[in-house]
């Protein structure tokens, strides 16, 4: 129990810089009162990843990583067994019987802890953050069914090696394929969708802090609309961010259509969709009170 009410969530990821609507801070709320992994879907640029390390942060706690991708096996995500050491061990005692060594070289000292192992075999309490895990395969992703119900993995030549705290756990994925019934099953879910203008306006003002309210506003509301045409890319927070920078260094303090233009490039990634917002850009007017 380390968050008293969804609200200090709330308050305490805003002194690490994020800001969270409730549904976001109410899901870090329960899992941690329920103990329960969270897994993130939602589109790229959201502040998924962001969300893991500002808990981190805020709890205090080191964030272990596991970055996913194709062929992430167990040797990657869990364990390994060092083969070197135990060669060595081999040749250096081979007047001892098989029975006396090979019950040795599977000990604790020959293992290597990979970022799922650690993170439950830490003494002091962690976050464990398995990013993208959709681009995992299958296989990969089974591995993970153990540590996410029972907090432990079963090792063949060692057995079973519990967690000694329980981890707080956040999976990400980006939707591009559909993860196991038994994964979801495991976790609360967070579906972290584009913010709404006022919450993205106060994103921009968070990490750009030297730029002005207006041309926040300004920049939102035309990252906003541009969301609604059919792009290959549609532009994310991380791209409203990166805009709003790029402004701020070209000493521009007031968008317009000139501007837009010749910064379209901090915000699209696609010349087809440069070409098709550049068509639709209309300039929302400033706001009337400031
Ligand atoms: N609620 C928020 N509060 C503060 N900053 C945010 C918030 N949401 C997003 N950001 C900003 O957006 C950036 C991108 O977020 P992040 O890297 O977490 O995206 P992601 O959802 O993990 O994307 P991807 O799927 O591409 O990995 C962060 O560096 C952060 O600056
Ligand atoms: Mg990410």
Redesign the pocket.
Known sequence: MRFETVQDVVDRLATA????DEAIATVVFLADRLEKPVLIE?P????????AKAVATILGDPLIRLQCYEGVDETKALYEWNYKKQLLRIQAGQDEGWDAISGDIFSDEFLLERPVLKAIRSEESVVLLVD?IDKMDFEGEALLLEVLSDFQVSIPELGTLKARQIPFVVL?S?NSRELSEALKRRCLYLH?DY?DVDREKA?VL??VPEINETLADQVVRLVRSIRTLELKKSPS??ET?DWARTLLHLGITELDEAAARGTMGALLKYQTDVEKVVAHLKIPPRPENN
């Not at 810089?17 to 969270?20: H, I, P, S, T």
């Not at 790229?44 to 969300?51: C, D, F, N, Y």
């Open positions: 810089g994020y800001l969270a939602g790229a640029g959201t502040g998924k990843t962001e969300l993208e990400t980006n972290l913010p994103i968070e990490r927070v991380a961010i």
